[in-house]
């Protein structure tokens, strides 16, 4: 069965840290731009953190720079998401997706036309 599966969310105190986990299953994440994005409530759908193994670029949303940190790890088919400095604005439903050979700020700009989308989890960043 193909799909992503992400893991990793919780309740954080601000300033606190998280790290999110999508296992990709069923396909090889070789050749595939990976790509970590979020929904809070009452809003659109936003890319926050991109990779690319086509060019091996990454990119990152201008409110997370310096905070998030995206990663692979090629043995375990899986991508991460590191959140250091967590703000209550961060609060949101993550989820992670895939595209077949897609540039890592195409991924997170364009939204449409996603290979594979995982179900999402939730980070709530609250004191």
């Known amino acids: 069965q193909v799909q992503l599966v992400e893991s990793g969310g919780g309740l954080v105190q601000p300033g606190g840290s998280l790290r999110l986990s999508c296992a990709a299953s069923?396909?090889?994440?070789?050749?595939?731009?990976i790509g970590w994005f979020r929904q809070a409530p009452g809003k659109e759908r936003e890319g926050v953190s991109c990779l690319s193994t086509s060019d091996s670029s990454t990119y990152y949303e201008d409110s997370v720079e310096g905070r998030f940190t995206i990663s692979r790890d090629n043995a375990k088919n899986t991508v991460y998401l590191e959140m250091n400095n967590l703000k209550p604005e961060d609060t949101a439903v993550y989820y992670c997706?895939?595209?077949?050979?897609?540039?890592?700020?195409?991924?997170?700009?364009?939204?449409?036309?996603?290979?594979?989308w995982g179900k999402g989890t939730l980070v709530t960043v609250s004191s």
């Open positions: 997706a895939a595209k077949h050979y897609r540039g890592a700020k195409a991924m997170c700009v364009i939204l449409i036309g996603m290979d594979y």
């Open positions: 069923g396909f090889s994440l070789d050749y595939y731009a």
